[in-house]
């Protein structure tokens, strides 16, 4: 079954076959999203199409064959894989938080529709005047909630006990994430960054 196929039979499977699709603005990831909506009902169609992205950071992979294979198994990313969010908003809601709803998704072809959550960002609404020290306090709660909980295998429904691995971020994901800093200051401002001062970067990472 090719993408379209599946896109379709998610659609129908989850109700949202004659939904109107409203794209939203793309972000720096290789997913995509749209707005569903069909009369009083509304979701998000998330499209992460597996081929766009390397594959994600064997578990065992040492940071030397980690360094061959390519961004995500460097810097221990997820590679945008839907079956990645299924397994974390399951064990998000295994320890009592709210993670968005999904109400269908097809991982080998990268697709989820999953509950819309509105407009009602942090940015949106305190210009509007909410308090926004209770906003980022209940933020800490929430990140403490999840520090504080015991960690678990974070499972797949629906695909027997597979078990999505969580990786520590580990010294070689600092360090090209740090990369990073250099690599893209120049592109954004009139900045010259010379072989002494890349050399005195990498000794100043590696300390």
């Known amino acids: 079954m090719d993408r379209s196929e599946a896109l379709a039979r998610l659609l129908a499977e989850t109700g949202f076959t004659s939904a109107t699709r409203t794209p939203l603005a793309a ?90 959550l509105g407009d009602d960002l942090f940015a949106n609404i305190i210009p509007q005047g909410t308090d926004e020290i209770a906003l980022y306090e209940e933020a800490a709660r929430v990140l403490a909630h999840v520090h504080t909980s015991p960690s678990a295998p974070m499972r797949l429904q629906g695909a027997g006990n597979a078990a999505w691995p969580l990786l520590d971020y580990d010294a070689l994901a600092l360090e090209v994430n740090a990369d990073l800093f250099v690599e893209w200051l120049p592109r954004a401002a009139d900045v010259h960054i010379d072989d002494a001062a890349r050399a005195r970067w990498e000794k100043s990472a590696t300390a």
């Open 27 to 116: 972000d720096a990831s290789t997913r995509r999203y749209e707005r569903l909506q069909l009369g009083d009902r509304k979701a998000m169609l998330m499209d992460a199409p597996p081929s766009a992205e390397s594959k994600p950071c064997p578990p065992s992979a040492t940071p030397a064959e980690r360094r061959t294979m390519g961004w995500n198994a460097t810097a221990r990313l997820a590679a945008s894989r839907v079956e990645a969010f299924v397994a974390v908003a399951n064990y998000l809601e295994s320890i009592g938080l709210a993670p968005p709803k999904i109400y269908g998704a097809d991982c080998e072809a990268g697709y989820a529709v999953i509950e819309d």
